[in-house]
């Protein structure tokens, strides 16, 4: 049967065609420039400095705290600068740039083998010093994924191929193109926790992917295949425990607290990689697409610059409207093309003005619509009003922060009302206020 969840929408699928039948290409550039605040938690800090030489695979950011993990050079060649940039947060973040020399010259590397004969010991410390995190847009390091505290246990480890979001296929190529590194890379996870079955979950709107991936998963050991529903957000994590196990993450918890763990399917391959090859995550797969002249799936390696990436692919067809890391339901509009794309960027989206153009609010007309479609059930006609007096109080109270910001209550809101982007100002404002206060009792 086909897995689904409460809630929910359907955006038009034809934003994926022109890049769904785009086999992957490589491209390398003769700069890039490496942030080191690519994953949740603390950023790593720079371990070099301009005038270095560095080959491919260095260590040039070193982790910090329980979150943290390392960020390693992706191309070899010169340290150009050592500086701090805006990027898409407040704050500025700290780069490194290199320029290339084309020579790719690696580290040593130290691979441990086949997964299925790997020591499980070693498998969560060689995720952690590859720097591998969520590649699937959340940035949330595998290691600590994979990391149980006392008491809990993870029985399930879900692949989430579901890729739900607008324009993206690169996840859809990877697991047409290297389905057997998806499937090492769960067996690792999987090992790794003691965890008794495996499961890749894919919408039903891929049937070739999905049938890479039954043949790939064929003759190992306690993995499968679940067919979904294609509805967005499917590839939400929640939303995905539900659709595959029937359970319901609690608010405030985690998924291992229920005893499952989410990895997206381009970090099951980055684990196989860090494995197999002992090779640290360096590139990844982004579908470049929209108002460019030839849309693609592109492997590139981390930092590329974002108006390189976008020559690749024949340029402009029109001046831009926006560019955004990521699809149109959660993606994030660069405020400058010369930012680089980072561990999560699984899309860049160009949009003409037309399709860029904001749209004006109109007046609430009590349809329900926002709260039929809510994959969490929250009452979002509410949680808006309280957002729009400053109310944060009250929107805590209507648990505003259980909102993922997928987007489906703006999707379906026939008065065009900003609900998402209201939501996602009173959670910062609410985590703002919370941190204050936990800082005024120290």
């Known amino acids: 049967m086909k897995a689904s969840f409460r809630g929910g929408v359907h955006p038009a699928h034809h934003s994926k065609r022109p890049t769904r039948y785009q086999p992957i290409q490589d491209f390398v550039s003769d700069t890039v420039r490496i942030i080191m605040s690519m994953h949740i938690g603390a950023p790593s800090v720079p371990c070099v400095k301009k005038g270095d030489q560095v080959k491919v ?37 700290q780069c490194i740039t290199i320029s290339n020399d084309f020579t790719d010259t690696w580290v040593e590397l130290h691979p441990l083998g086949s997964v299925e004969h790997v020591d499980p010991a070693l498998i969560v410390p060689a995720i952690k010093n590859a720097g591998i995190c969520g590649m699937g847009g959340a940035s949330f390091p595998t290691h600590v994924k994979l990391s149980p505290r006392e008491g809990q246990k993870c029985h399930v480890i879900i692949a989430n191929g579901a890729e739900c979001e607008t324009h993206l296929t690169a996840d859809h190529r990877l697991m047409l193109e290297n389905s057997i590194r998806i499937v090492d890379g769960l067996r690792a996870a999987m090992r790794a926790v003691d965890a008794e079955e495996g499961i890749i979950a894919i919408e039903d709107n891929k049937p070739d992917a999905i049938a890479a991936m039954q043949k790939a998963c064929h003759g190992r050991e306690n993995v499968r295949v679940q067919v979904l529903r294609t509805k967005y957000p499917q590839g939400g994590e929640k939303q995905l425990i539900q659709a595959v196990t029937g359970k319901q993450v609690p608010s405030g918890k985690l998924p291992l607290d229920i005893g499952v763990v ?8 980055a684990i196989a990689d860090a494995i197999i090859d002992g090779r640290p995550l360096i590139d990844r797969i982004t579908t470049v697409t929209g108002a460019v002249a030839q849309p693609s799936n592109l492997r590139l390696r981390i930092g590329t610059i974002t108006q390189d990436i976008i020559g690749e692919c024949g340029g402009f ?30 899309g860049i989206v160009v949009y003409t003005p037309e399709d860029a153009a904001s749209v004006e609010e109109e007046s609430c007309i009590r349809c329900g619509k926002c709260v039929s479609v809510c994959p969490i059930g929250l009452n979002a006609f509410e949680i808006k009003l309280a957002a729009d007096k400053d109310d944060i109080e009250k929107a805590r109270r209507l648990s505003v922060q259980d909102c993922i910001l997928c987007g489906c209550c703006s999707f379906t809101c026939p008065a065009r009302r900003w609900l998402t982007a209201s939501f996602k100002m009173a959670k910062q404002k609410i985590a703002a206020k919370d941190k204050a206060k936990g800082g005024s009792k120290k």
Do not use: R, W
């Open 57 to 93: 695979g260095q260590v040039i950011g070193e982790p910090v705290g329980a979150l943290g993990i390392p960020v390693h050079a992706s191309v070899s060649g010169e340290v150009v600068s050592v500086d701090k940039i805006s990027y898409l947060g407040a704050e500025p973040v």
């Open 262 to 269: 989410v990895l997206n399917v381009g970090t099951c391959a």
């Open 317 to 346: 067809l029109d001046s831009p409207g926006k560019i955004c890391f990521g699809g149109a339901m959660t993606g994030l509009c660069l405020p400058d093309p010369t930012l680089p794309m980072a561990k999560s960027t699984n």
